[in-house]
């Protein structure tokens, strides 16, 4: 079974705050993503990756950079917190198809901005 | 941009009985529909995919069917248990630059005893 780690698990920051999740996959996996979730549309992808130094932009990336270090490393930034962008954030990595195989989706964190 | 509707915010059944739940999608060059589970506060999970060079998928209990003319799909739950009680999602690649997956708004399937 795919192992894919978020931290933190929970945060509260301020309008205008500076924020860093952090999501972890230890299955060598190429390709890691960060979406986000919200009541009413589903899951909506941010930014995605298909290896260290790579970055693809998904379909909500205003306000949000993202980076991966690391084959097993991927993280989400947010520079000025909007509480527009509270919501509940799910990292997942997929294997050697990228999109079009099995996405394994880590624990999620839940983000309020005040 | 391209879309993925998912009809149904919830489904309630009975114990025993089957569920359907049905996804059309816009884009004529997906090929991939996965369907994911979410139980109550917890994270996705996959269930069970289809591909475009196929037009039925099953695996016990649940088949999915692909309707490529009509642009739709949907996933079929037989002999529904309380445990299939959960959110389930149904997601279409798209072509965007690169291939993404784009999600539904997902519909809440509740199976009563």
């Known amino acids: 079974e795919a192992a894919v780690t978020q931290s933190p698990r929970n945060k509260v920051t301020v309008t205008g705050g500076n924020v860093t999740l952090s999501c972890r996959q230890t299955?060598?996996?190429?390709?890691m993503y960060w979406y986000r979730q919200d009541t009413g549309h589903g899951l909506r992808l941010i930014h995605y990756s298909y290896g260290a130094g790579n970055l693809q932009i998904g379909d909500v990336p205003d306000g949000y950079k993202a980076t991966r270090t690391t084959q097993e490393d991927f993280f989400l930034l947010l520079e000025l917190a909007s509480p527009s962008q509270t919501s509940l954030y799910f990292c997942?990595?997929?294997?050697?198809?990228?999109?079009?195989?099995?996405?394994?989706f880590g624990p999620g964190t839940r983000l309020l901005v005040l | 941009g391209e879309k993925v509707e998912q009809h149904q915010s919830t489904l309630s059944v009975r114990e025993g009985d089957s569920a359907v739940i049905n996804c059309t999608y816009t884009?004529?060059?997906?090929?991939?529909f996965p369907w994911y589970k979410q139980e109550a506060g917890k994270s996705l999970h996959f269930v069970i995919d289809i591909r475009s060079n196929v037009d039925r998928k099953q695996s016990q209990r649940l088949t999915v069917l692909l309707d490529k003319k009509a642009k739709r799909f949907s996933l079929h739950i037989t002999a529904t248990q309380p445990e299939d009680s959960a959110i389930y999602f149904c997601?279409?690649?798209?072509?965007?630059?690169?291939?993404?997956?784009?999600f539904g708004s997902g519909t809440q399937l509740t199976v009563m005893p």
């Open positions: 884009d004529t060059a997906s090929s991939y």
């Open positions: 997601a279409a690649s798209i072509r965007s630059g690169s291939w993404q997956l784009i």
């Open positions: 997942a990595s997929s294997p050697g198809l990228g999109v079009q195989d099995t996405q394994y």
């Open positions: 299955n060598s996996h190429n390709y």
